[in-house]
């Protein structure tokens, strides 16, 4: 076809000897036109990642293509020498990378290597070059951008540096972009602006666009056509709307499914049940600088400012905000992981922040923690049972018993109790964040604290362990105080949610009622910020079960 | 406020923060020294073979060591405060006089060894790390690690052994040849010649620790993601490595390098002993055993004011090097 920027056949790249597959990306056929935004969906390991850098000859030394063309302007850019892949890398096909931190240098300021970008593709003179680093940074509607420019990278908010990245990916004008998962470290408001930016430069320049991302909502918003990938294979390709809403392969049907909907589920009524957890105006201020000897004044961050909320028992309260909203500091004040400043955390009328530290322990284990990373927060060098027995064995009972016991909660958190004689680093993340579960439900709790429990997860994953959660909750009747950045995931798990914002609760209702009539402006974009808001999400469960029978 | 300003503003505080700190170490040191068994009087006694009581006494009185403990520390601290470090004895000379005249050549040497281990050993680092397991590599990583374990004082007599003794190319004592009367550029030539040996003694283990630590740092590098946003911008790798690769690779060096000076004086006092060099370490040795505590408490307060000022020297290059660092 003429009209096709780059064409990939039957691209193959080995993974070394002793993987647990013998090739990332396998016989993929994919093609990007001009002027279009191709998404390539998969979950983690699935090797859309692999394929975007084979494109760009940027595979680690250990990974090498095996089979297949990579075709673009009439040349196969698997068999181009070094020299000419250089030419094209940056100047006509540019990439954008998910962490915008980690992929600045540090040292740099970001003027000097958007110049560099200049600096090896033209003879531009350094004035020139200039007055076209400003002109692309005012295009990414990056404010003063000449102050930008001298600015360096620890300078600027993580969604001004993603635009800074944007902003050197298109500074030369390239053909085609390779976006690489380039909003999943953002915040949910700054991730909208992100792809309206995407969105609108990719139509202005007519740019053939590689979107990957592991996120449908985001597919939702901005794809012309979709690829998945599963296991190194494309398992679908077609227009956007035909993945979205009949999507055929059965793997594709799956993801879809597992997408919470933004439409809050029916729950129970816990009107009537005892409040079981009193949040009142709990106070937490972050102080730094000062010193011994220094006279400055000292930085202070109010991370929890008069926050107060209740849980009744059975009930689960969603605690949503962006990143240093301070929704995790309220949550570890209430654990007293670390000591509020002033309010009060009443666990059935007894107020938790003045006990003593030998009486607190009496309570500890009457609130459980689950934390946010399945991987940091496992012990490596205990094996599983230990890990999962330590919490009783301090709290008085003997090992065998609580060896015995962690038997029984593997089995119950859907594990083969033959995980018990194993170390943390052997299990995936779903399989390390149900440890993490049975780990806290060790001590009978009757207050469960998840601090962000899926969010390193992938969504199918996330889905089972969402579902876990809900057995559990029904089956011990547990109190749950649930944190998330992810307006999906609050609509779907909880019953009511209180929405932080530089440390305050700005809105504290029920699911429904928030999310149906958002009150507060700042709900309100939260919720217009959602990616994918507009797309109904179809329910292929059921019209698969009717399929099958 | 600007960053110059910053800058100036940042070093005089952390000057004003030095002075008690310095104190406190004058102090302890005056007490720790006080351990020591026998004073001046004992070893001046014992070099003239005999003395009476009576002569003791005059003497300890002359030095001032019959008054009470508390006492001799408060004028020695009063004295130290209006920068008079006191009279040695042993040399009868002031005390600051004394070091001033030592001082040179101390500093020439902890320059040269500075300059000779931070340079080649971020030279042999980068080499090692750009061409990461070949025979050079491998090469270079085996040589590290043999200075890395062998002691000081023997590369000294070794050093010695080879090139003064066996084949006679470079001096083996002292700073200069003071009976030849060499002016100008050939006196200048002459201590570059005396200053080799001590000086690779002295920076042969720093070297072989910022050969290691410039090469892991270098590849700890190469794997972060800016450098693959550097090849995506179809940047040459010779230009990543030099233009982003080795500034960061550096901070770490440099952090050690800080805390090599410290360990330097240390260092030089073996160094300088086995060398003959004529500088601060030497003098520290011989007042030592001389029981001149005048004299080596003036040492040990000029040694604690270099490491803070180098220390300070060395977290201002710091904030020129890496823009995060905050000038607190």
Known sequence: MADTLLDIEGLTVDLPAGADRAHA????????????????????????????????????????????VVRFEDKNLLEVPPAYMREVRGERISMIFQEPMTALNPLMTIGDQIDEMIETHSDLARPKRFERIVEILSDVRLPEPERIAHAYPHELSGGQRQRAMIAMALILEPAIVIADEPTTALDVTTQAQILALIKDLQAERHTGVMFITHDFGVVAEIADRVAVMQHGKVVEFAEAGEVLNRARHPYTRALIAAVPSLVPGRRDDVKIEPVVIDVRDLDKRYSSG????GRKEARVVHAAKSVSFTIRRGETLGLVGESGSGKSTVARCVVRLIDADGGAVELDGTDLLVLSKREMNLYRKRIQMIFQDPFASLNPRLKVDRLIAQGPVIHGMKLEDAIERAHELLRLVGLDPRAADRYPHEFSGGQRQRIGIARALALDPEVLIADEPVSALDVSVQAQVLELLADIRKQFHLTMLFITHDLRVAAHVCDSVAVMRFGQIVEYGSTEELFTNPRHPYTR??????????????????????DDD | M?????????????????????????VMNFLLLQLAPGDAADVLAGEAGSATPEYMAMLRERFGLDQPVWLQLLIYVKNILSLDLGFSFRHNMPVLELIMERLWPTLLLMGATLLLSVGVGILLGLLAAARVN?????FISVLAIISYA????????????????????????????????YEGWDRVVDIARHLVLPAITLSLFYLALYTRLMRAAMLEQYGMDYVVTARAKGVTEQRITFKHVVRNAVLPVVTMAGIQVGSLLGGSVVVESVFGWPGLGLLAFQSLFARDFNLLLGIFFLSACLVILVNLLVDLLYTFLDPRIEMK
């Open chain 2, 2 to 26: 600007s960053l110059a300003r910053k800058r100036v503003h940042y070093a005089g505080r952390r000057l004003a923060q030095a002075v008690p700190i310095v104190l406190g170490i004058v």
């Open chain 1, 290 to 293: 000062g010193g011994l000897f």
């Open chain 2, 150 to 181: 062998t002691p000081l004082f023997w590369v000294g007599l070794m050093l010695i052994v080879v090139f003064s003794l066996k084949f006679d190319w470079l001096p083996a004592t002292g700073m200069e040849s003071v009976a030849m009367f």
């Open chain 2, 134 to 138: 070949t025979w050079r590599d491998t």
């Open chain 1, 525 to 546: 974009e939260l919720l217009n910020a959602v990616p994918g808001k507009e797309w109904d999400i179809p329910d292929f469960v059921h019209a698969a079960g009717a």
């Open chain 1, 25 to 68: 990306v396998e016989d993929v056929n994919l093609s990007l036109r001009p002027n279009e935004i191709l998404c390539v969906v998969g979950e983690s390991g699935s090797g859309k990642s692999v394929m975007a850098r084979t494109v760009m000859g940027l595979l680690p030394p250990r990974l090498h293509p095996s089979a297949g």
